[in-house]
């Protein structure tokens, strides 16, 4: 099997997974509950949320444990419109977001909120001066990720954060899911007061992850109840979950530090051969993250190159795993002005760490082959 399609899931690390089952056989206990194993649960807790900080150079009262991306950029984005609309309501973000941020921000104009969705250029890059021009006094937040989950763009998000501590009274959300692991990014003291980042992306869990909260930073909770995790995320803590995304946040730092140029080169190479072929258009921008390349094969159903490729053991993409069982088009690559030919064709190849240059070369040679094949199919 040659997996690539890492920017939807990665396989959980075979130490994360240990972890998990030790904490559940051991440290099953409610966090909430006064007996002396629910005393010792709730200090694997607190120590978790510590190591996290550690990890992230942030404080311990800024990590609010969440189940993923989703998750936490609907408590970032809703929590922040709820709580602070009597500042305004205007939220500006991307016409390229994840559909967690996208549908998030819809759902808050059905509810009187006025949103400016960007656009942003041929390599799907927002401009920091067009954020700046759309800042109005009713601006309470913007919302920029940091890396493309369908195209690999990196977002000038340090620059925007220097421009949002320019505006005290808006607020800063960043959705790093797609950059954890493979780009550094600053939070403390940069602007950035919420940030996104999920586990599975990670080889953690499904289920995991974390929402960074700058301390002083007020969220209307979308879950009401026992008041855990600052009383912005009601519920039983999932500590075994917690405990999980530590390990996967150490080892991924641990990987990034060693093996990201190896990385690069995975993604050179793929680019360069992808070149080669005449029926190949990339557009994934050069100087885009690590991991993503996507491209389009104008005439061909993606989802037809995905079965035809799949039969072999090797798994690609077409889009963002929210929305990939909408095969029409991808909105991500329409939003950076390519035509219908295109943005209904495109591909999205997402390498991790465990990936091989061996494993790049198979399949290329088996997409050329599956190029051979499918000639005839070709509008």
Known sequence: MIYLDNSATTKPHPEVLKSFEQVSTNFFANPSSIHQLGGDTEKLLIKSKQQIANLLQVKDDEIIFTSGGTEGNN????????????????????????????????????????????????????????????????????????VNNEIGTIQPVKEIGELAKKHPKLFFHVD???????????????????????????HGLKGTGVLYCRSGVKLFPLFHGGEQEFKVRSGTENLAGAVSFVKALRLIKERQKNQVQQLQALSQYLRQELKKIDEIMINTPENAAPHIVNFSIPGLKPEVMIHTL????????TKSACSSKDLDESRIVKACGYDSTRSKSALRVSLSYDNTMEEIRIFVSKLKEALNQLKDVME
Request: hydrophobic share 40%; glycine share 10%.
């Open 75 to 146: 408590i970032a984005i809703k929590g922040i419109a709820l709580q602070h609309q009597g500042r305004g309501k205007h939220i500006i973000t991307t016409e390229i977001e994840h559909p967690s941020v996208f549908e998030a921000c819809k759902s808050l104009e059905s509810l009187g909120f006025q949103v400016t969705y960007l656009p942003v250029n041929r390599d799907g890059i927002v401009s920091v001066e067009d954020v700046e021009s759309a800042i109005t006094n009713e601006t309470i937040l913007i919302s920029v990720m940091h």
């Open 310 to 317: 799949g039969k072999q053991g090797i798994f690609i993409s």
């Open 176 to 202: 790093h899911v797609q950059g954890l692991g493979k780009l550094d990014l600053q939070l403390n003291d940069s602007g950035i007061d919420l940030c996104t980042m999920s586990g599975h992306k990670i």
